[in-house]
């Protein structure tokens, strides 16, 4: 297989003649194909079996052990123009940054194959839908592209009836972390990354195309693209509402995604449509739509119990490649929070030991078909995408932020967003458990400066004549001792509930400068055990707190210079008066 497109032959051409692979392979997508990587993989150690009688279809793959999470440090916005990447981003020029990846990437391939993986991100027969090409030297990146990506021959159809696709060029290199380099050339539409091969970095559709050069798109067009979950929730009465959240990585997109409602609340049913990354359109009726631009999940394992989603946790015993958890004696994978069986292996493959920490690396993943999901939603695949009642944000705060609240307006979401903080999680590499601004859960994954960015939000919703209502939650909140306030997981939608009714303009709520929570009794809370006290901590908003909250969040703006849309300073400026 080959191409007729011109373009995309040539740049195959030079990438090979650089990096002087043995053999270049055309993905199509198909599972003959994909049948035979797995040989290959399994034959030279890049996956591994697990028990196929219980887990049919299933592999695990081991990491090398300094490359597990994404490397926030050694990934680069190249523009022309420094201002334009924004102080949220690595900033490199772009001569620079080709002249340094290219030097790596000089013979990179010798003795190995270069895949050609053409994808399409979003329904294949969407006009909000994207596409891209990306050129790897890994087996394991083909395989986890073809699940998360509508990889292959159509999408290689609409690239060349189009002439148009995102270049993604990705080689594992040596997995050295001095030569390790995630670039993004937003002005190209074009990505290098050498040196990991894990997720984040090295499946280039998901935040390197999707999040980052689409945002810099998005921002041309007219549209958003966000680091959020879809969801669909079907009420008793059978009428369904979507909403969209942005919660930073490794804070719950998944599991609210994919809740299963509590008994008190079985008549309600829920949609997934997207779990990571949303593309945000205003629609003819002046509503926003969304759609998933992934065909799967790259999730979270470790907290993937029976107890706390069995939805996800039935998924993954098919058809899954596992990265990086552990092993059981009967060869079955294992994780911290399986809660049956025990490790044998932990995830470098040694024999568990618990004072080397987890069995489980705390960022291993899942890589799952969309469609394995007992609740996918019908109108995951309906190329106009599904409108969205509301916008969430989130961040995983043990003090401070309550389990929610709700902005006033579209203006004041946007502050909302752009304030938010959280723990940093093992999702990347660093510290975790610092909490750090990631405004709309978006700082690892705007491709722009923020201020331009908070601009973009606030001209989207200007020309939106039934925005979504938007709120912040956090089902994060701890006592001294470390335990959660809130039982999280399916009970969340009882959160979700109140956003809904609020969405209706019903919903009793207490106005606070914050934005409005709800009353103690406006949430549903029945056959729930958690106490009044807790309750009470999880709805109040400390005003002294708060003050010092929004001095530090003010500091986080300033920091944006004259660039800052005035709107955003003047929304800053009404709150602090009136807490004050
Ligand atoms: P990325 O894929 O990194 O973008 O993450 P995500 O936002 O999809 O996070 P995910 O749903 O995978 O959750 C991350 C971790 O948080 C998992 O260990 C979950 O078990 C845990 N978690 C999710 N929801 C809740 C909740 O409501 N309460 C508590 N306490 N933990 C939760
Ligand atoms: C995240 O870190 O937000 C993820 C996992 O969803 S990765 O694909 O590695 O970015
Ligand atoms: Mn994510």
Not at 124 to 146: F, K, L, Q, W
Not at 267 to 288: N, Q, S
Not at 301 to 326: E, L, S, W, Y
Request: hydrophobic share 35%; proline share 6%; glycine share 8%.
């Amino acid at each position: 297989m080959t191409t007729g497109n011109q373009a995309l032959k040539q740049w195959v051409d030079d990438v090979a003649s650089h990096t002087r692979p043995e053999r270049i392979h055309w993905c199509d997508g198909s599972a003959a194909e994909n049948r035979a990587l797995v040989s290959e993989m399994l034959a030279d150690g890049t996956l591994h079996t697990l028990d196929q009688k219980r887990w049919p279809n299933c592999y695990l793959h081991r990491s090398a052990t300094n490359d597990v999470a994404r490397v926030e440090h050694l990934t680069f916005i190249c523009t022309e123009n420094e201002n334009d990447a924004g102080p949220n981003n690595n900033w490199m020029a772009p001569d620079e940054a080709h002249r340094l990846v290219d030097g790596l990437f000089a013979g990179c391939m010798k003795g190995r194959t270069l895949y050609v993986v053409p994808y399409c991100m979003g329904p294949i027969d969407s006009a909000y839908s994207r596409c891209g090409v990306e050129i790897t030297d890994s087996p394991y990146v083909v395989a986890n592209m073809r699940i998360m990506t509508r990889m292959g021959s159509a999408a290689l159809k609409r690239i060349e009836r189009e002439n148009s696709f995102v270049k993604g060029l990705h080689s594992t290199g040596e997995l050295d972390p001095e030569k390790r380099y995630i670039m993004h050339f937003p002005q190209e539409l074009s990505i290098k990354s050498i040196g990991s091969g894990y997720g984040g970095n090295a499946l280039l559709g998901k935040k390197c195309h999707a999040l980052r050069i689409a945002s810099n798109q998005a921002r041309q067009e007219g549209w958003l693209a966000e680091h959020m979950l879809i969801v669909g929730l079907q009420d008793p009465t059978g009428r369904t509402r979507y909403i969209a959240a942005a919660f930073p990585s490794a804070c719950g997109k998944t599991n609210l995604a994919m809740l299963v409602p509590p008994k008190s609340l079985a008549e309600w049913k829920i949609w997934t449509v997207g779990d990571d990354i949303a593309w945000l359109h205003p629609g003819d009726d002046g509503r926003l739509y969304a759609i998933n631009p992934e065909s799967g999940f790259f999730g979270v394992v470790p907290g993937t119990g029976r107890d706390t989603n069995c939805n996800a946790f039935d998924m993954i015993h098919h058809d899954t490649i596992f990265t990086n958890v552990g092993v059981t004696a009967d060869n079955e994978p294992w994780w911290e929070g399986r809660d049956e069986s025990a490790p044998a292996l932990d995830w470098q493959g040694r024999p568990f030991d618990a004072s080397n920490g987890p069995a489980a690396h705390p960022n291993s993943r899942f890589t799952v078909s969309a469609r394995q999901n007992a609740d996918y939603s019908p109108l995951a695949d309906d190329p106009r995408g599904v409108p969205i009642s509301a916008i969430v944000f989130g961040g995983r705060r043990r003090e401070l932020a309550p389990l929610v609240y709700q902005a006033r307006d579209w203006k004041h979401g946007v502050l909302m967003g752009a304030s938010v903080a959280s723990e940093t999680t093992a999702a990347a590499a660093g510290h975790v458990g610092v909490v750090r601004r990631d405004p709309m859960a978006m700082k690892p994954f705007c491709g722009y400066n923020f201020a331009d960015y908070w601009a973009h939000w606030l001209q989207v919703g200007a020309k939106l004549k039934n925005p979504p209502h938007m709120f912040h939650v956090n089902w994060f909140r701890r006592d001294g001792d470390g335990r959660f306030l809130w039982p999280g997981f399916g009970d969340n939608l009882r959160v979700l509930r109140w956003i809904l009714d609020r969405c209706e303009g019903t919903g009793e709520a207490t106005h606070t400068a914050i934005g409005d929570l709800p009353t103690s009794d406006a949430l549903n809370l029945s056959g729930l055990d958690v106490s009044q006290s807790d309750m009470d901590a999880l709805l109040s908003v400390n005003p002294a707190a708060w003050r010092d909250e929004l001095r530090s969040v003010g500091e986080y703006l300033d920091s944006y210079g004259d660039r800052l849309p005035p709107e955003l300073r003047a929304e800053y400026a009404r709150i602090t008066a009136e807490l004050s």
